[in-house]
């Protein structure tokens, strides 16, 4: 069974800084894509980050040059270190990877970006 574990998720002032992790078990992460995503209220869930198996990155537009996707595969965890946020960030913070054929999901981190 796969399950995907996201922390890091908080409240902080516009132009600060998070790292959000998301930790794995039952699933190399190294061997999968995996990706961010966000959910504000009332939008539709968006793409933020993806990491392929050989390492290649994207990024959506609204975050190129302030988020950075990377993988520790000796702990088996992506992260998703934030730089510059903006209130524009608010979001609920959702990591997933495909293994198998199935797409697992995380529960979630808040991430609140607010003066």
């Known amino acids: 069974q796969v399950q995907l574990v996201e922390s890091g998720g908080g409240l902080v002032q516009p132009g600060g800084s998070l790292r959000l992790s998301c930790v794995a078990s039952g699933t190399i992460l190294s061997r999968n894509v995996v990706g961010w995503y966000r959910q504000a209220p009332g939008k539709q869930r968006e793409m933020v980050a993806r990491?392929?198996?050989?390492?290649?990155?994207n990024y959506a537009d609204s975050v190129k040059g302030r988020f950075t996707i990377s993988r520790d595969n000796a702990k088996n965890v992506v992260y998703l270190q934030m730089n510059s946020l903006k209130l524009e960030d608010t979001a609920m913070y959702y990591c997933?990877?495909?293994?198998?054929?199935?797409?697992?999901w995380g529960q979630g981190t808040q991430v609140s970006v607010s003066s």
């Open positions: 990491i392929t198996d050989r390492d290649s990155t």
């Open positions: 997933n990877t495909l293994f198998q054929w199935t797409l697992y």
